[in-house]
């Protein structure tokens, strides 16, 4: 059964559905959506168990697919741009798989068709796990906890964007640690392999690692109608390191 989404919807003319990835929420589009709102019709999404969208006991692409496709009928939406970054990609690839007659391009960000091993994810996992909120008092001592597992400054930054005063003196998580820790094999396995006739655009980063050349013939199997774009510089957050680049990109397939 689909949730109703959390979405923020602004500007007017062709659609673009933008998608987030893991531990993320619409925001990490923002600086993008903000390039695109004076020319399109652009509605930014929190998946389920993200962001301000509905906690769930069970999260994966089919179930991600039907709640965006949910939000596409409450909001008429018919050619479309869908656009995902990471496991939003995956999302966007189902949503193709299941109604490629809604959607005018598909956007892929940084992530192919195929499973991903956990890695560092498990790490990430572990530190909310253990986070206890209830015994912390301030952010700083959120973010040192954090630290002590993760050592990359960015990634803690990244989580710390999803830490919330829920009331006063209570910090929660905006993603739905359980559920996600759960889930998270299905999280990283790979999508069906139903072919997509939709025009697609898979944009990677040039120093991340989750798109490599020996991706790249399953990807024009599964995606006949595909092109590869790399940014050179960027790495998995492509839309946070390159957001001119990326919003050109989806001007362009959005008006061509």
């Known amino acids: 059964m689909s949730v109703e989404l959390f979405h923020r919807r602004s ?4 659609s673009i559905v933008l998608l987030h990835g893991l531990f993320g929420s619409s925001d990490n589009w ?7 709102t004076n020319d399109f019709d652009v509605t930014l999404v929190d998946l389920r168990d993200h962001g301000r969208s509905p906690h769930t006991e069970l999260t994966d692409y089919p179930l991600m697919a039907e709640d965006v496709h949910a939000l596409f009928q409450k909001l008429e939406l018919k050619q479309a741009v869908l656009a995902g970054h990471s496991m939003g990609g995956k999302t966007a690839m189902v949503f193709a798989q299941r109604w490629p007659e809604l959607l005018k391009h598909l956007v892929v960000v940084d992530i192919g068709p195929r499973a991903y091993p956990i890695g560092d994810h498990a790490t990430i996992m572990e530190a909310l796990l253990t986070s206890d909120l209830s015994a912390k008092t301030s952010r700083q001592e959120v973010e040192d906890h954090l630290e002590r597992f993760i050592p990359e400054k960015g990634v803690v930054q990244f989580l710390m964007k999803s830490l919330y005063w829920v009331e006063s003196g209570k910090l929660g998580w905006r993603f739905n640690v359980p559920t996600l820790q759960r889930c998270l094999p299905a999280i990283h396995g790979g999508i069906p392999p139903a072919v997509v006739k939709t025009p697609t655009l898979v944009i990677r980063g040039g120093k991340s690692p989750y798109i490599v050349r020996e991706d790249l013939p399953q990807i024009k199997e599964q995606f006949p109608n595909s092109r590869v774009e790399t940014v050179a510089y960027a790495g998995h957050w492509v839309p946070a390191q390159a957001p001119e680049e990326v919003a050109a990109m989806l001007r362009g397939v959005a008006v061509g």
């Open 30 to 36: 923002g600086t993008v959506a903000r390039d695109l």
């Open 11 to 14: 500007g007017n003319g062709p």
